[in-house]
């Protein structure tokens, strides 16, 4: 079956350290997402990839960085210049261009905490 | 700038009809999407609508009106299991990207 995997669950971090956070798909996409979600508020995009070896800064980029060596691959690195790492963070694709009508398929999440 | 509002929280009873209601101003509009999140999980996709009118899926329903900005998600015949965060999204033109409003917690009581 085609989905998006992303891991691990739970993650926990220390203070100063740099941690990478996992999204394959086999749905052969061509576009991937990193959103961010914290409580009470909505999904905040991070970076995006609308094709291997290209990608592009979300709303919240600063502390992140990203990389798309790989159509079905899509590691976000929380690195120590983001200050306020705790959160749940969605990995998602969807096929490029404007048609798309069904929406994302979204990953199960890592929780990321900072202890 | 980008802003898409929707209520906090909305109680229901089971058995019930429920409408969340979704207003955005985005620098453009190529599509809104409702999504369904339960706690701790990923969002599923629930509607799409791009054209203004009603779209019905099952006991769901979605509508669009663009000239106002306004959407609506319609749950029909209210059941236990759709306690969750519903998600309106708008795609703004251009790639697929979009963006999210903060959510309706909506929980069903019996």
């Not at chain 1, 739970?10 to 914290?38: I, P």
């Not at chain 1, 990608?55 to 790989?70: M, P």
């Not at chain 1, 306020?84 to 929780?111: D, E, V």
């Not at chain 2, 985005?26 to 009118?53: I, K, M, R």
Request: some cysteine; aromatic content about 12%.
């Amino acid at each position: 079956d085609g989905g998006i995997t992303q891991s691990p669950k739970y993650l926990f971090r220390k203070e100063g350290q740099n941690v990478t956070l996992s999204c394959e798909q086999n749905l052969n996409h061509d576009a991937m997402y990193w959103y961010r979600q914290d409580p009470g508020q909505g999904l905040r995009l991070i970076y995006y990839s609308q094709i291997v070896n290209d990608f592009q800064k979300g709303d919240i980029a600063e502390g992140y960085s990203v990389s798309r060596e790989k159509k079905e691959s899509f590691p976000l690195t929380v690195t120590s210049a983001q200050k306020n790492p705790t959160a749940f963070y969605l990995c998602a694709s969807s096929i490029a261009g404007t048609g798309m009508s069904y929406g994302y398929t979204f990953g199960s999440g890592t929780r990321l905490t900072v202890v | 700038g980008q802003n898409i509002d929707q209520p906090t929280e909305m109680t229901a009873t089971e058995g019930a009809i429920v409408q969340i209601n979704c207003t955005y101003q985005t620098s453009g509009f190529n599509g809104l999407f409702w999504y369904q999140q339960h706690a701790g999980e990923a969002p599923t996709f629930l509607s799409y609508n791009v054209l203004d009118g009603l779209e019905e899926k099952g006991r769901f329903s979605s509508f669009l009106s663009r000239s106002k900005g306004y959407s609506y998600l319609l749950l029909k015949e209210l059941q236990m299991k759709d306690s969750a965060s519903y998600l309106c999204a708008v795609r703004p033109g251009g790639y697929n990207k979009l963006i999210f409003g903060a959510g309706t917690r909506l929980a069903v009581h019996p």
